[in-house]
Protein backbone atom coordinates (compact mmCIF):
# COMPACT_ATOMS: atom_id res chain seq x y z
CA UNK A 1 0.00 0.00 0.00
CA UNK A 2 0.93 3.42 -0.74
CA UNK A 3 1.24 6.22 1.88
CA UNK A 4 1.92 9.67 1.05
CA UNK A 5 3.51 12.43 3.35
CA UNK A 6 2.81 15.71 3.19
CA UNK A 7 5.28 17.48 6.21
CA UNK A 8 7.17 20.61 5.22
CA UNK A 9 8.14 20.64 8.85
CA UNK A 10 9.95 17.91 9.04
CA UNK A 11 12.31 16.15 7.17
CA UNK A 12 11.04 13.49 4.98
CA UNK A 13 13.17 10.50 5.84
CA UNK A 14 12.80 10.30 8.89
CA UNK A 15 8.91 9.64 8.34
CA UNK A 16 9.76 6.93 6.00
CA UNK A 17 11.95 5.67 7.89
CA UNK A 18 9.70 5.52 11.42
CA UNK A 19 6.78 4.35 9.23
CA UNK A 20 8.60 1.50 7.48
CA UNK A 21 9.84 0.34 10.61
CA UNK A 22 6.15 0.26 12.24
CA UNK A 23 4.90 -1.17 9.13
CA UNK A 24 7.29 -4.44 8.89
CA UNK A 25 6.25 -4.48 12.92
CA UNK A 26 3.04 -5.10 12.23
CA UNK A 27 3.48 -7.63 8.95
CA UNK A 28 2.43 -4.76 6.15
CA UNK A 29 4.56 -3.83 3.04
CA UNK A 30 4.32 0.34 2.62
CA UNK A 31 5.53 2.58 -0.27
CA UNK A 32 6.17 6.01 1.54
CA UNK A 33 6.26 8.65 -0.99
CA UNK A 34 7.06 12.61 -0.44
CA UNK A 35 4.15 13.84 -1.51
CA UNK A 36 5.91 17.69 -1.91
CA UNK A 37 8.21 16.44 -4.56
CA UNK A 38 5.85 13.54 -5.76
CA UNK A 39 2.55 15.36 -5.62
CA UNK A 40 1.18 12.85 -8.67
CA UNK A 41 1.35 9.96 -7.10
CA UNK A 42 -2.02 8.27 -6.08
CA UNK A 43 -1.57 7.05 -2.23
CA UNK A 44 -4.27 4.93 -0.58
CA UNK A 45 -3.39 6.89 2.69
CA UNK A 46 -2.36 10.43 3.31
CA UNK A 47 -0.19 11.76 6.30
CA UNK A 48 -0.56 15.26 6.58
CA UNK A 49 0.23 19.32 8.02
CA UNK A 50 -1.47 21.59 6.40
CA UNK A 51 -1.38 20.48 2.98
CA UNK A 52 -2.57 22.42 -0.20
CA UNK A 53 -5.84 21.72 -1.02
CA UNK A 54 -5.54 21.13 -4.77
CA UNK A 55 -3.23 18.57 -3.56
CA UNK A 56 -5.31 16.78 -1.76
CA UNK A 57 -7.97 17.43 -4.34
CA UNK A 58 -5.69 15.03 -6.78
CA UNK A 59 -5.94 12.22 -4.44
CA UNK A 60 -8.71 10.48 -5.41
CA UNK A 61 -8.04 6.92 -4.08
CA UNK A 62 -7.57 8.06 -0.43
CA UNK A 63 -9.03 5.65 2.29
CA UNK A 64 -8.09 7.96 4.95
CA UNK A 65 -6.48 11.36 5.76
CA UNK A 66 -4.53 10.99 8.90
CA UNK A 67 -3.55 14.91 9.95
CA UNK A 68 -0.21 14.98 11.77
CA UNK A 69 -0.98 16.96 15.08
CA UNK A 70 -4.03 17.48 17.18
CA UNK A 71 -5.72 20.37 15.90
CA UNK A 72 -7.56 19.43 12.55
CA UNK A 73 -8.72 23.36 11.80
CA UNK A 74 -6.13 23.41 8.87
CA UNK A 75 -7.35 20.18 6.78
CA UNK A 76 -10.71 19.86 7.60
CA UNK A 77 -12.37 23.19 5.26
CA UNK A 78 -10.20 20.76 2.54
CA UNK A 79 -11.40 17.52 3.35
CA UNK A 80 -15.43 19.25 2.92
CA UNK A 81 -14.62 20.90 -0.32
CA UNK A 82 -11.84 17.94 -1.52
CA UNK A 83 -13.12 14.39 -0.03
CA UNK A 84 -16.21 14.29 1.25
CA UNK A 85 -16.57 10.85 3.03
CA UNK A 86 -12.82 9.99 3.20
CA UNK A 87 -12.12 9.95 7.18
CA UNK A 88 -10.07 12.24 8.74
CA UNK A 89 -7.76 10.96 11.77
CA UNK A 90 -6.28 13.16 14.19
CA UNK A 91 -2.92 12.33 16.17
CA UNK A 92 -4.14 11.06 19.91
CA UNK A 93 -1.63 12.19 22.10
CA UNK A 94 1.62 10.93 20.92
CA UNK A 95 3.64 11.86 23.03
CA UNK A 96 2.11 15.04 22.86
CA UNK A 97 0.20 15.49 25.97
CA UNK A 98 3.27 15.31 28.05
CA UNK A 99 4.56 18.11 26.44
CA UNK A 100 1.60 19.94 26.93
CA UNK A 101 1.65 18.83 30.69
CA UNK A 102 5.01 20.50 30.81
CA UNK A 103 4.08 23.63 29.83
CA UNK A 104 1.20 24.16 31.26
CA UNK A 105 2.39 22.98 34.95
CA UNK A 106 5.30 26.09 34.34
CA UNK A 107 2.58 28.83 33.57
CA UNK A 108 0.44 27.64 36.00
CA UNK A 109 3.63 27.88 38.81
CA UNK A 110 4.75 31.66 37.39
CA UNK A 111 1.44 32.27 37.32
CA UNK A 112 0.64 30.91 41.22
CA UNK A 113 4.05 32.33 42.12
CA UNK A 114 3.48 35.51 40.86
CA UNK A 115 6.41 35.98 38.45
CA UNK A 116 5.04 38.29 36.55
CA UNK A 117 5.01 40.47 39.79
CA UNK A 118 8.94 40.19 40.51
CA UNK A 119 9.58 40.70 36.88
CA UNK A 120 8.04 43.89 37.59
CA UNK A 121 10.16 44.21 40.94
CA UNK A 122 13.22 43.58 39.25
CA UNK A 123 12.88 46.06 36.84
CA UNK A 124 12.56 48.63 39.10
CA UNK A 125 15.27 47.26 41.32
CA UNK A 126 12.72 46.48 44.20
CA UNK A 127 13.67 44.02 46.97
CA UNK A 128 9.71 43.01 47.86
CA UNK A 129 8.78 39.32 48.99
CA UNK A 130 4.96 39.10 48.02
CA UNK A 131 2.21 37.30 49.31
CA UNK A 132 1.39 33.69 47.71
CA UNK A 133 -1.86 33.28 47.17
CA UNK A 134 -3.26 30.03 49.25
CA UNK A 135 -2.92 27.09 47.50
CA UNK A 136 -6.25 25.14 47.55
CA UNK A 137 -8.09 28.30 46.36
CA UNK A 138 -6.10 29.05 43.45
CA UNK A 139 -8.48 27.46 40.66
CA UNK A 140 -7.23 26.26 37.38
CA UNK A 141 -9.93 25.96 35.20
CA UNK A 142 -9.31 23.84 31.41
CA UNK A 143 -11.09 25.37 28.25
CA UNK A 144 -11.44 22.58 26.37
CA UNK A 145 -10.83 19.07 27.70
CA UNK A 146 -9.65 16.69 24.86
CA UNK A 147 -6.46 14.58 24.75
CA UNK A 148 -4.36 17.96 25.41
CA UNK A 149 -6.30 19.35 28.05
CA UNK A 150 -6.91 15.93 29.74
CA UNK A 151 -3.08 15.32 29.93
CA UNK A 152 -2.49 19.32 31.07
CA UNK A 153 -5.23 18.92 33.77
CA UNK A 154 -4.47 15.54 35.26
CA UNK A 155 -0.49 17.12 35.40
CA UNK A 156 -2.16 19.71 37.41
CA UNK A 157 -4.63 18.07 39.73
CA UNK A 158 -1.32 15.65 41.02
CA UNK A 159 0.26 19.08 41.73
CA UNK A 160 -2.27 19.67 44.02
CA UNK A 161 -4.00 22.61 42.46
CA UNK A 162 -8.07 22.74 42.32
CA UNK A 163 -9.02 21.79 38.90
CA UNK A 164 -12.45 22.97 36.55
CA UNK A 165 -13.08 22.31 33.23
CA UNK A 166 -15.63 23.47 30.79
CA UNK A 167 -16.37 21.35 27.91
CA UNK A 168 -18.93 21.43 24.90
CA UNK A 169 -21.37 19.22 26.74
CA UNK A 170 -20.03 19.92 29.95
CA UNK A 171 -21.05 15.57 30.25
CA UNK A 172 -18.35 13.97 31.34
CA UNK A 173 -16.64 11.31 28.95
CA UNK A 174 -16.52 7.56 29.41
CA UNK A 175 -12.67 7.17 28.32
CA UNK A 176 -11.57 9.96 30.74
CA UNK A 177 -11.68 9.67 34.25
CA UNK A 178 -12.52 13.31 34.71
CA UNK A 179 -13.20 14.13 38.40
CA UNK A 180 -13.09 17.68 38.89
CA UNK A 181 -16.53 20.14 38.14
CA UNK A 182 -17.07 19.98 34.79
CA UNK A 183 -19.31 22.94 33.47
CA UNK A 184 -20.88 22.97 29.63
CA UNK A 185 -20.35 25.76 27.38
CA UNK A 186 -23.14 27.41 27.82
CA UNK A 187 -22.33 28.16 31.47
CA UNK A 188 -19.08 29.55 30.64
CA UNK A 189 -19.15 32.94 32.43
CA UNK A 190 -19.69 30.96 35.78
CA UNK A 191 -16.77 28.55 34.55
CA UNK A 192 -14.84 31.36 34.04
CA UNK A 193 -16.01 32.95 37.77
CA UNK A 194 -14.09 30.48 39.43
CA UNK A 195 -10.67 30.40 37.73
CA UNK A 196 -8.04 32.08 38.59
CA UNK A 197 -5.45 30.96 35.97
CA UNK A 198 -7.90 30.30 32.46
CA UNK A 199 -6.23 27.06 30.20
CA UNK A 200 -7.26 27.49 26.72
CA UNK A 201 -6.60 24.04 25.04
CA UNK A 202 -10.25 23.99 22.70
CA UNK A 203 -9.94 23.22 18.69
CA UNK A 204 -10.00 25.90 16.88
CA UNK A 205 -14.29 25.29 15.16
CA UNK A 206 -17.13 27.90 14.24
CA UNK A 207 -18.08 27.85 17.85
CA UNK A 208 -14.93 28.73 18.76
CA UNK A 209 -13.58 31.43 16.47
CA UNK A 210 -13.37 34.75 18.75
CA UNK A 211 -15.35 32.88 21.75
CA UNK A 212 -12.72 34.70 24.34
CA UNK A 213 -13.79 38.16 23.81
CA UNK A 214 -13.85 41.10 26.17
CA UNK A 215 -17.43 40.64 27.25
CA UNK A 216 -16.65 37.13 28.31
CA UNK A 217 -13.46 37.41 29.29
CA UNK A 218 -14.34 40.26 31.80
CA UNK A 219 -15.89 37.49 33.60
CA UNK A 220 -12.60 36.00 35.06
CA UNK A 221 -12.05 37.14 38.70
CA UNK A 222 -9.55 40.07 38.67
CA UNK A 223 -6.20 39.37 38.52
CA UNK A 224 -6.92 36.07 36.36
CA UNK A 225 -3.97 34.38 34.13
CA UNK A 226 -4.83 33.49 30.84
CA UNK A 227 -2.58 30.43 28.99
CA UNK A 228 -3.19 29.58 25.60
CA UNK A 229 -2.04 26.64 24.09
CA UNK A 230 -4.78 26.03 21.57
CA UNK A 231 -5.66 27.53 18.67
CA UNK A 232 -5.17 31.76 18.75
CA UNK A 233 -8.14 32.87 17.10
CA UNK A 234 -10.23 31.46 19.98
CA UNK A 235 -8.77 34.50 21.87
CA UNK A 236 -9.47 38.30 20.32
CA UNK A 237 -6.15 39.18 20.85
CA UNK A 238 -7.48 43.12 21.05
CA UNK A 239 -9.53 42.41 23.98
CA UNK A 240 -6.94 40.55 26.03
CA UNK A 241 -4.45 43.43 25.64
CA UNK A 242 -6.98 45.77 27.09
CA UNK A 243 -7.57 43.59 30.05
CA UNK A 244 -3.89 42.60 30.39
CA UNK A 245 -3.68 46.76 30.14
CA UNK A 246 -6.53 47.67 32.94
CA UNK A 247 -4.91 44.88 35.62
CA UNK A 248 -7.92 43.04 35.06
CA UNK A 249 -6.07 40.03 33.58
CA UNK A 250 -2.55 39.71 35.64
CA UNK A 251 -0.45 37.94 33.12
CA UNK A 252 -0.85 35.96 29.95
CA UNK A 253 1.35 32.48 28.47
CA UNK A 254 0.74 32.66 24.88
CA UNK A 255 2.09 29.69 22.52
CA UNK A 256 -0.63 30.25 19.66
CA UNK A 257 -1.87 33.82 18.19
CA UNK A 258 -4.61 34.42 15.23
CA UNK A 259 -1.58 34.63 12.96
CA UNK A 260 1.79 32.64 12.99
CA UNK A 261 4.39 34.10 13.05
CA UNK A 262 3.12 36.81 15.66
CA UNK A 263 3.64 39.86 13.66
CA UNK A 264 7.14 42.48 13.84
CA UNK A 265 5.38 45.56 15.48
CA UNK A 266 2.12 43.46 17.48
CA UNK A 267 2.07 44.91 20.39
CA UNK A 268 1.39 41.31 22.40
CA UNK A 269 5.50 40.72 21.45
CA UNK A 270 6.61 43.79 24.37
CA UNK A 271 4.03 43.74 26.87
CA UNK A 272 6.02 42.93 29.89
CA UNK A 273 2.95 40.87 31.10
CA UNK A 274 3.11 38.32 28.25
CA UNK A 275 4.94 35.46 27.47
CA UNK A 276 5.26 34.52 24.50
CA UNK A 277 6.54 30.63 22.51
CA UNK A 278 6.30 29.95 18.50
CA UNK A 279 3.88 27.41 19.01
CA UNK A 280 6.04 24.73 20.66
CA UNK A 281 4.05 23.74 23.45
CA UNK A 282 3.14 20.25 22.38
CA UNK A 283 5.56 19.32 19.08
CA UNK A 284 4.76 16.42 17.19
CA UNK A 285 6.99 13.52 17.44
CA UNK A 286 8.04 11.11 14.34
CA UNK A 287 8.66 7.80 16.29
CA UNK A 288 5.44 7.95 18.66
CA UNK A 289 2.86 9.46 16.07
CA UNK A 290 4.14 6.83 13.14
CA UNK A 291 3.39 4.04 15.30
CA UNK A 292 0.01 5.74 16.31
CA UNK A 293 -0.91 5.97 12.59
CA UNK A 294 0.23 2.31 11.64
CA UNK A 295 -1.56 0.82 13.98
CA UNK A 296 -4.62 2.61 12.79
CA UNK A 297 -4.08 1.50 9.22
CA UNK A 298 -3.58 -2.34 10.76
CA UNK A 299 -6.95 -1.21 12.17
CA UNK A 300 -8.36 -0.33 8.83
CA UNK A 301 -6.74 -3.17 6.72
CA UNK A 302 -8.85 -5.37 9.22
CA UNK A 303 -12.03 -3.75 8.33
CA UNK A 304 -12.51 -2.37 11.60
CA UNK A 305 -12.83 1.47 12.60
CA UNK A 306 -9.79 3.25 14.63
CA UNK A 307 -10.21 5.78 17.35
CA UNK A 308 -9.62 9.39 16.52
CA UNK A 309 -11.76 9.71 13.69
CA UNK A 310 -13.07 13.63 13.27
CA UNK A 311 -16.18 14.18 13.67
CA UNK A 312 -16.76 16.67 10.53
CA UNK A 313 -20.12 18.38 11.63
CA UNK A 314 -18.13 19.49 14.67
CA UNK A 315 -15.08 20.06 13.75
CA UNK A 316 -12.78 18.34 16.18
C1 LIG B 1 -0.38 21.62 17.06
O1 LIG B 1 -0.79 22.73 17.14
C2 LIG B 1 -1.22 20.48 16.82
O2 LIG B 1 -2.38 20.67 16.48
O3 LIG B 1 -0.72 19.36 16.97
Not at 203 to 220: E, I
Not at 276 to 286: D, F, G, K, S, Y
Not at 299 to 311: C, F, L, Q
Request: with cysteine.
Amino acid sequence: MKLAVWDPDEPFRRWRDALVQHASELGLAVEVIDATTEPDTQADFALVWKPPAHWLAGQLGLRAVFNLGAGVDAVLPLMHQALPGVPLIRLENAGMGRQMADYVAEAVLHAWRRMADYAALQSAQRWEPLVLPPRGSFHVGFLGLGQMGYAAARRIAAMDFPVLACTRSGQPRPTFEAPWPLYPLDRLDAFLAQTRVLVVLLPLTAQTTGLLDYAVLSHLPRGAHVVNAGRGAVIEQADLLDLLGSGHIASATLDVFATEPLPDGDPLWRHPRVRITPHVAAQTLVGPAAAQVMRKIATIERGEAPSGAVDLRLGY
